[in-house]
């Protein structure tokens, strides 16, 4: 392109050229040899490596399949080879680039979880080096990660509402008993939702159109379905073919699995039988506790709870502590719920609750960055607020990470604290002019 504008510049009407053959690795090498005189960072050169590592180990199998090494078997490329050429072409030693991959898929599947906050944090260690980046713990737990079997992906077959809606019963009945052979759980590597360190998506998508939602910004850039609500029939298994950690007997977080965190499973457009099918799951499968969120509470009364399900709903504004109340007013009067619980994630304005008798523990947080809104903490005077009267209750509280909050007192001086969150939050109001 730069040779184009060249010649454009020079008045130039007919312009050499070199036809390739088309070939998307070709031309990905034509690209990095003609950028390789430029500065890069190190997250540019670990996803050079990463598309760099899959043209070389499919070029490696194709020499294994010509020169008939591979008969009657699956050729399997030696990774060894693999590395040193990859890191040839960046620059890099074959154990520097396993490090760097290493450290770019965990930015990928903390960005992926929704996580963006490490995501950013481990992004900046790398600007340091490789190895500062590396020793992050949620490296560190991406590699254990990798050493567990295979576990849910972003590209299962999924059953949409219209597709359902099309469905006869024998259909429906036989899509609800699918399971997928080696789907697990899938294990958190960061800090997002570390009160639960597993999580379960058979069904996604959400029709809320929250402002601040981090689920649709992760889903429109990696779900083929994008955000819209869907089943996944494969992924009803794996809550019984991953084992439950030793570290669960220590401590419950290891046994606690965020069900349906992409997606709210109890929106009103969601099928019943989705429901059902998920709850019997986790009757079944009673060796994990699951802790569902919805933001339409006003169905959950109408389920049959199982003990290990935690149920819970998310308020954010004032106007939500309301429907909240009455909706678990009722679940307690059905007595099935084992665990009741609040989200106030976001906070993004100051809430008032005269009780919180209702509900045995709340997890309070603000907000990561996402496609509309900025990143947020929720003053500390607001924080402390709810956990004055959650203390009275005796309802359990649980400070999210991203509330980032620390006592900062000078004689003299005090902490400045906003009045209320970004426009951003609140589309509805109109900024003023000035």
Same mark, same amino acid.
């Given at each position: 392109?730069?040779?184009?504008?060249?010649?454009?510049?020079?008045?130039?009407?007919?312009?050499?050229?070199?036809?390739?053959?088309?070939?998307?690795?070709?031309?990905?090498?034509?690209?990095?040899?003609?950028?390789?005189?430029?500065?890069?960072?190190?997250?540019?050169?670990?996803?050079?490596?990463?598309?760099?590592?899959?043209?070389?180990?499919?070029?490696?199998?194709?020499?294994?399949?010509?020169?008939?090494? *591979?008969?009657?078997?699956?050729?399997?490329?030696?990774?060894?080879?693999?590395?040193?050429?990859?890191?040839?072409?960046?620059?890099?030693?074959?154990?520097?680039?396993?490090?760097?991959?290493?450290?770019? &898929?965990?930015?990928?599947?903390?960005?992926?979880?929704?996580?963006?906050?490490?995501?950013?944090?481990?992004?900046?260690?790398?600007?340091?080096?490789?190895?500062?980046?590396?020793?992050?713990?949620?490296?560190?737990?991406?590699?254990?990660?990798?050493?567990?079997?295979? *576990?849910?992906?972003?590209?299962?077959?999924?059953? &949409?509402?219209?597709?359902?809606?099309?469905?006869?019963?024998?259909?429906?009945?036989?899509?609800?008993?699918?399971?997928?052979?080696?789907?697990?759980?899938?294990?958190? @590597?960061?800090?997002?939702?570390?009160?639960?360190?597993?999580?379960?998506?058979?069904?996604?998508?959400?029709?809320?159109?929250?402002?601040?939602?981090?689920?649709?910004?992760?889903?429109?850039?990696?779900?083929?379905?994008?955000?819209?609500?869907?089943?996944?029939?494969?992924?009803?298994?794996?809550?019984?073919?991953?084992?439950?950690?030793?570290?669960?007997?220590?401590?419950?977080?290891?046994?606690?699995?965020?069900?349906?965190?992409?997606?709210?499973?109890? &929106?009103?457009?969601?099928?019943?039988?989705?429901?059902?099918?998920?709850?019997?799951? @986790?009757?079944?499968?009673?060796?994990?506790?699951?802790?569902?969120?919805?933001?339409?509470?006003?169905?959950?009364?109408?389920?049959?709870?199982?003990?290990?399900?935690?149920?819970?709903?998310?308020?954010?504004?004032?106007?939500?502590?309301?429907?909240?109340?009455?909706?678990?007013?009722?679940?307690?009067?059905?007595?099935?719920?084992?665990?009741?619980?609040?989200?106030?994630?976001?906070?993004?304005?100051?809430?008032?609750?005269? *009780?919180?008798?209702?509900?045995?523990? @709340?997890?309070?947080?603000?907000?990561?960055?996402?496609?509309?809104?900025?990143?947020?903490?929720?003053?500390?005077?607001?924080?402390?607020?709810?956990?004055?009267?959650?203390?009275?209750?005796?309802?359990?509280?649980?400070?999210?990470?991203?509330?980032?909050?620390?006592? @900062?007192?000078?004689?003299?001086?005090?902490?400045?604290?906003?009045?209320?969150?970004?426009?951003?939050?609140?589309?509805?109001?109109?900024?003023?002019?000035?």
């Amino acid at each position: 392109h730069r040779r184009m504008k060249a010649a454009h510049a020079a008045g130039l009407t007919e312009v050499p050229t070199v036809l390739r053959p088309e070939s998307e690795a070709e031309d990905i090498e034509v690209l990095l040899h003609a950028n390789r005189q430029r500065e890069k960072t190190y997250w540019q050169r670990g996803m050079e490596a990463r598309r760099l590592w899959d043209i070389e180990s499919k070029r490696a199998v194709e020499r294994m399949q010509q020169g008939g090494r *591979s008969k009657g078997q699956e050729a399997v490329p030696d990774p060894g080879q693999v590395r040193d050429k990859v890191g040839r072409a960046i620059g890099l030693s074959g154990r520097s680039v396993d490090t760097l991959l290493d450290v770019v &898929g965990t930015v990928i599947s903390l960005q992926r979880s929704g996580d963006v906050d490490t995501a950013e944090t481990l992004l900046t260690s790398l600007k340091k080096g490789i190895a500062p980046a590396a020793k992050h713990s949620a490296v560190q737990a991406f590699r254990e990660a990798r050493r567990q079997p295979e *576990s849910e992906t972003d590209h299962d077959e999924y059953i &949409g509402l219209a597709a359902w809606e099309a469905m006869s019963v024998p259909e429906r009945v036989h899509a609800l008993t699918q399971t997928t052979s080696g789907t697990k759980l899938n294990r958190q @590597i960061g800090t997002s939702i570390e009160w639960a360190q597993w999580s379960w998506n058979p069904v996604t998508g959400c029709r809320h159109g929250c402002e601040f939602c981090y689920a649709r910004d992760i889903a429109n850039h990696y779900f083929p379905q994008k955000f819209e609500p869907v089943l996944l029939p494969g992924r009803l298994g794996a809550p019984a073919a991953t084992d439950v950690p030793m570290e669960a007997a220590s401590d419950i977080r290891h046994k606690n699995v965020f069900t349906c965190s992409m997606a709210d499973l109890f &929106g009103r457009w969601v099928p019943q039988e989705w429901i059902d099918r998920v709850l019997d799951v @986790i009757r079944t499968q009673n060796q994990w506790n699951y802790l569902l969120l919805t933001k339409f509470p006003q169905r959950l009364a109408e389920q049959d709870w199982p003990s290990n399900a935690w149920v819970g709903t998310t308020v954010n504004r004032q106007a939500d502590i309301l429907r909240a109340t009455k909706a678990f007013e009722k679940v307690r009067k059905a007595g099935s719920a084992t665990v009741t619980w609040l989200s106030v994630e976001p906070l993004i304005e100051p809430l008032k609750f005269d *009780s919180l008798a209702l509900f045995d523990w @709340i997890v309070i947080g603000g907000a990561s960055k996402s496609a509309r809104t900025p990143k947020w903490v929720p003053p500390r005077r607001w924080v402390e607020d709810i956990i004055d009267v959650a203390e009275g209750d005796g309802c359990r509280v649980y400070m999210k990470t991203n509330l980032e909050y620390r006592r @900062i007192e000078l004689p003299g001086w005090s902490e400045p604290e906003a009045d209320e969150a970004p426009v951003a939050f609140f589309p509805e109001r109109k900024v003023r002019d000035g």
